[in-house]
């Protein structure tokens, strides 16, 4: 099958969905950008959507895996579980203490959506417009949308997450406000030392 390419819109354009979606008028993003342009992320990184598929030999099929979810809880920190992979897809089960959190950051080669499967969570858009998500409700994450959120239950969040890449990854998979690499497990994205509750899972 040939390779198809779908370009998607500049990243600032990409940030309306989701303004409309967190309940804010148009207009507020349409202000100017709190970076220079030559500070901006490239728009080849973002609108290069290339999709491969993969085609097995004559005697070969890929293999098929199952998983389960289940993870202890915390008292403080978070934890982040990969339950299955394949080369294009990621599914993660993710705990959050009450009141854990993240910094402000985008994804600018992957797609990914989160589903709460315990406790509760507040999801911030750039601009500071947010939603409440609780148990069985879910949030899509288009790649350069920037976004992060917070447990606000008292019990611990637990959170499932699946991202799919859109096309040759660069060395960034999370970037900060002003493009720069931040890494998952950093201060600057808020990580706190991790104790777990114990003999409390979350199955």
């Known amino acids: 099958m040939p390779r198809r390419r779908i370009l998607s819109p500049r990243p600032g354009r990409r ?14 993003n349409e202000r100017q950008r709190p970076w220079k342009e030559d500070e901006m992320v490239s728009e080849s990184v973002i609108a290069d959507r290339t999709v491969g598929w993969a085609k097995p030999g004559k005697d070969e099929s890929p293999e098929i895996s199952t998983f ?10 978070r934890t982040d579980t990969t339950v299955a992979k394949t080369g294009n897809m990621v599914a993660r089960l993710k705990v959050y203490a009450s009141g854990g959190e993240n910094a402000l950051h985008m994804h600018p080669n992957e797609d990914h959506m989160f589903v709460i499967m315990q406790g ?84």
């Open 15 to 28: 940030q309306h969905g989701m303004a409309r979606w967190f309940g804010r008028p148009r207009e507020r």
């Open 68 to 77: 389960k979810l289940r993870t202890q809880l915390l008292d403080q920190g």
């Open 120 to 203: 509760s969570a507040r999801f911030y858009d750039r601009d500071g417009g947010h939603k409440d998500l609780q148990r069985h409700e879910g949030i899509m994450i288009p790649a350069g949308a920037y976004y992060w959120f917070e447990a606000t239950s008292q019990d611990p969040l637990v959170l499932m997450r699946v991202g799919s890449r859109i096309g040759p990854q660069s060395t960034a998979g999370r970037l900060n406000i002003r493009g720069e690499d931040m890494a998952g497990d950093s201060e600057e994205n808020k990580t706190v030392p991790v104790v777990y509750r114990e003999g409390a899972f979350f199955e």
